[in-house]
């Protein structure tokens, strides 16, 4: 008898099968990942605003920047930001919003994962109930 090598039709769809079922993990981890990377840089760029913020307060006669509109500058002239952050996604729903009324601020972001932020929604609303989706911002002073 003559005996034949390679293999059975079987053998390549289990083959086949175990190697989607490993791609679709690995695509589902990584998208995982990718949001949790945007949303570390949301929440990082909103601490950086308010830090800018609060050095503004300080620089100009205890007085918050009245719009987004960059840069903000300290009196004598010397910019403590030159632009606000842009959104990593910046499609949809994920961008940032901000509210700059009466010499306070609040600024908003959007979380891609929900129930992570620190407030339901864009209006700083901090104690509000439902899914902190958003991660707030605002005057310390």
């Known amino acids: 008898m003559k005996r034949k090598n390679g293999f059975t039709l079987f ?8 190697i989607g079922i ?6 589902f981890s990584f998208s995982s990942a990718q949001k949790k990377a945007r949303d570390s840089r949301r929440v990082t760029d909103m601490n950086t ?16 920047p009245t719009s987004i509109t960059m840069p903000w500058a300290e009196a004598s002239g010397t910019a403590i930001m030159y632009n606000f952050p842009v ?4 499609s949809g729903d994920y961008v940032y919003t901000s509210n700059f009324p009466d010499g306070i601020y609040c ?18 609303g901090f104690r ?3 899914l902190k989706n958003y991660f707030c911002v605002k005057s310390q002073q």
């Open 11 to 18: 053998e390549l769809l289990v083959s086949i099968s175990i």
């Open 22 to 27: 490993l791609t679709a993990v690995v695509a």
């Open 49 to 64: 605003i308010q830090k800018a913020a609060e050095q503004y307060y300080s620089a100009n006669n205890y007085t918050y």
């Open 87 to 90: 959104d990593p996604k910046n």
């Open 107 to 124: 600024v908003c972001a959007l979380l891609e994962e929900a129930g992570k932020g620190n407030a339901a929604n864009s209006v700083c």
């Open 128 to 130: 509000s109930a439902g």
